[in-house]
Every structure is written in structure tokens, then in C-alpha cells.
């Protein structure tokens, strides 16, 4: 059984930070500068980055003049973002099931699939919430997330990967209502024995996510399929990049 909180220790964890280091960083700039291009904000409209883990992208949308505020569940995160902080980016460690600032932001943005961790409904309905309501009127929310049914048909089961001494062996599985992935590491360099955790994903669709949005009184305007913002395909698209207006 996965324990409820995973995600604490895990986000906290060197480990973590070792195995997604470098996720397709390329990628990740050129889909933020095309939806940037696409929502064509004004300057230096404020927005939110929910879940920013180390701020990377938070960054990147600073860099581009905006007021940006990231936050994160990860204190180990929020400590190193800070680093980086200046007049137009800021950094605050903070659970996004709890409100946070009210009515301020134009725009509010959850990247790569940083959703779905909660054990519950209401937990992830609060967290829709914290985000509906740190919006202005007329404010935009884009969620990125994997597309669930072409993540099933495409499953890789186990691989094994090292990284710098650190032997990460990774199963993957699923059942009805989430996807499953176990990391068992192994770090030569220090002979310590080996850590265990399981990440645990929401097989959330296009419905429930119109739902939930729907309940906070947000609409959605659009649904991308890819970091290109292609049209949304319930089976071939690789993602579900949900634009949605409040």
C-alpha cells in the first residue's frame, strides 16, 4: 500500500532531485515559451507556479519580465529556489490544498504533471480551489498532465538507470484509478542501504478535470495535445494541456 504522503519524503529527497534533474529541460523552455506566446500575457502580468518545485520555471517566466510567485510542498526546494529570488520572482514553501493569496493573480500555471499526488477527492477539489481563488476575475489557469489513456497503452514496466554512482531500478504498474511508479535506489558511494519509494499518479480525464474546474467556477477554453500546442487526441496525444478562464 502506498502510504498517503509519499510525496513529502520523496520531493524532499536528494534522491529525487538526482533522478529528474535534467527532464527534458529543453523541452520544458520551449513549451513555456510557446504557451507564453499563445496566452500572450501583459507586462508584467503576476503570475503563480504552482507546484515549481527548484523554480526553474518560475525562472524562466521572470526572466521574461512577469511578477512571478512559485510555490511548493518541498521546503528543500523552496529553501534553494529562494536563491534565485528577486523584485519580480518570489518563492514561498506552502501546501497548495490550503488558500493562499486571494483575487491577485492574472495567470496560474501546474507544469508537468504536478497534480494527482492526494489520497482523496477533497483534496485534490481543495487544491483546484487554492488556485481558482488566487485568481483575478477573468484570471487563466493552464494545468498540464499526462493524457491517461496514451500513458496506459504505452506503459514501460521496469528499467534500471544510474546516475552518478546512484542505481535508481524503476517499476512501473497501474490499476483502475492511478498509475504507479516504485524507485528502489541503491547509492554505491556512501554503502547505504537501499531507499524505497512509490509515486503515485490520479488516472485523471478531460471530464474530471472539467468537473472539478466547473465547481470552482472556472470554464475551460481550450485542450492542447503536446508541448507544440497540437490539437488534443483522447488517444494519441501525449498530454492534456487544459486552458481554462475564471
Not at 507564453?36 to 524562466?60: E, F, N, Q, W
Amino acid at each position: 500500500m502506498v502510504d498517503k504522503a509519499w510525496y513529502k519524503d520523496w520531493f524532499n529527497s536528494h534522491y529525487y532531485h538526482l533522478l529528474y534533474q535534467h527532464r527534458n529541460d529543453e523541452e520544458a523552455m520551449a513549451f513555456i515559451n510557446t504557451l507564453i506566446g499563445y496566452l500572450k500575457p501583459a507586462a508584467a502580468a503576476t503570475m503563480l507556479d504552482v507546484a515549481c518545485g527548484k523554480g526553474r520555471h518560475s525562472k524562466a517566466l521572470a526572466d521574461m519580465g512577469f511578477d512571478v510567485t512559485g510555490i511548493d510542498l518541498s521546503l528543500a526546494s523552496i529553501e534553494e529556489a529562494k536563491a534565485d529570488e528577486s523584485p519580480n520572482l518570489h518563492f514561498y514553501q506552502h501546501d497548495m490544498r490550503l488558500p493562499f493569496w486571494i483575487n491577485y493573480f492574472d495567470y496560474a500555471f501546474n507544469f508537468f504533471t504536478s497534480f494527482g499526488y492526494f489520497k482523496t477527492a477533497r483534496e485534490h477539489d481543495n487544491s483546484i480551489r487554492t488556485i481558482a481563488q488566487s485568481l483575478k476575475p477573468g484570471g487563466i489557469f493552464v494545468i498540464d498532465y499526462l493524457n491517461v489513456h496514451y500513458a496506459e497503452e504505452r506503459m514501460q514496466q521496469s528499467f534500471t538507470t544510474t546516475i552518478e554512482e546512484v542505481t535508481f531500478h524503476i517499476t512501473k504498474w497501474q490499476d483502475d484509478e492511478h498509475f504507479f511508479k516504485q524507485i528502489q535506489v541503491t547509492d554505491d558511494t556512501n554503502k547505504s542501504p537501499r531507499h524505497l519509494y512509490t509515486e503515485r499518479v490520479a488516472k485523471f480525464s478531460l471530464g474530471d478535470f472539467t468537473d472539478m474546474l466547473a465547481y470552482q467556477n472556472m470554464q475551460v477554453q481550450e485542450v492542447f495535445g503536446d508541448y507544440q500546442l497540437g490539437r488534443y487526441d483522447v488517444r494519441q496525444s501525449p498530454r492534456m494541456i487544459i486552458v481554462a478562464r475564471k
